[in-house]
Structure formats: C-alpha cells, structure tokens
C-alpha cells in the first residue's frame, strides 16, 4: 500500500504543481514597445511623451494643443511637449476597473472653438438609483490660456 501511494504522489505533485486554476491568468513578461516601425509610408521613431491611464479621446484645438480624456475621468492637455495636470471641472463619471465600459470617453472641439471656447464630452454617470446613463454635454474652458478649469453647460 505504501509504494502504491508514493506512485500516485510521484505522479500528482508534479501535476498539481504545474496545474492552474481555471480563469486565472499567467503573468505575462513586459515586452517595452518598439522605438521604430517601418510602414509603406517610411520609418516612424517612437517616442514615450507622457504616461496616461487608459487614454480614449482625442481632439485638436486651434493652435496645435491636444485635449486628451482618460477613461477614469481626466481630461488633460498635451502642449509644447508638456501634459498638464487634469483640467477642473470635468463631470464626475461611473469607472470601476479597466476592461469595463463607462468612463470619460470621447472629446470634441466646436467648429467655432476659437471664439465660443466649446468642448464637448462623451461619458457615462450614475442616476440618482446608481444606474449607468451616458451623457453627452458641452464644457467651455475658461480663462486666458485656458487655465485649467472649466464650467459645464447642459
């Protein structure tokens, strides 16, 4: 009895050792992104500029600078090489963890942004009972050179 059961331990121990639980994930090595590709068009040079959490929208103001939404709720600007701290006054939104949907999302200029200072924000918020709704509403930045705050408009 007793070599019987070191056979079966010989056996399971490696097995259970090498065996995953069903659903987990097995870490996977960090690969650092490329610092070139080549494409039909020519070579392209990457560059790290700045590090964002989950950045989802993008839109271009007169002038060049760079109005960029993260999904947990910042909106940031990209200027002159330099991300600014998030702009205030940007609606609370419903995100919970990465891979779910909701958040800040997209993010558009006014055709007429230049004298009416508009933008307008794509995200999900919660209704008084905790439910998710998705909101589309208008933002002027304000202030000389858009001192990072904002008003909303509905």
Known sequence: MHSMSLRWSTFLIPLLTAATPVGAQ??????????????????IRIERLASLEYPWGMAVLPGGRLLITEKPGRLRIWENGRLSEPVGGV????YRRPGEQGGLLDVEADPN????????????????????????NEMRLGGPRDQMSCAMYK
């Open 91 to 94: 609606p609370s939104v419903v």
């Open 113 to 136: 942004f230049a004298t009416n200072r508009l933008v307008y924000l794509s995200y999900v918020e919660a209704d008084l009972q905790g439910a998710k709704a998705a909101e589309t």
């Open 26 to 43: 097995q870490p996977q090595p960090t690969i650092p992104p490329p610092s070139a590709v080549s494409t039909s068009a020519g070579n």
